[in-house]
């Protein structure tokens, strides 16, 4: 039986998300991610920020990282920002990338959902986090798995 995490996305599906993060973080400063994993293993937030620190998401200048996780069996997903941006917005802030995303997974559509989540948190972080001329893509734009 093949690993869910593996069966979830296929390559050339992984490879338009990572052109998405690309080009999503050619209009901010802030850095987005996708962890994919079989299971969060209770608390989808607590397993999310867990991640974030595995992989040192919070290492960036700004603290403008943003992390879209998820759990394959556990059909869940979250968006953990960093502090700097949780400094800035409202709580309902991701709301509206959240929504986009749960449109398309209920339909399976699991590598539109991601693009178009990719797409909106870097509309979202635009507004605060403006790309600058000597902006560096700070963080990897691959997907980790777990």
Known sequence: MQNPV????TSVEEQKIIE??????QQTSGEIRVHIETTSKGNLE???LEVFSVLKMHNTALRNAVLIYVAVNDKAFCI?????????V?????DDTKNIIQQHFVNRNYK????DGIFSAGEQLK????FAENDTD???NTISKG
Not at 81 to 88: R, T
Not at 112 to 115: A, P, T, Y
């Open 138 to 140: 700070e963080l990897s």
């Open 80 to 88: 953990y920002g960093d502090k700097g941006i949780n400094a800035l």
């Open 20 to 25: 998405a993060i690309r080009v999503a973080e």
């Open 46 to 48: 607590s397993r999310a």
């Open 6 to 9: 593996e069966a979830f996305l």
């Open 90 to 94: 409202s709580s309902s802030f991701w």
């Open 127 to 130: 507004t605060h986090f403006p």
């Open 112 to 115: 539109q959902g991601l693009i």
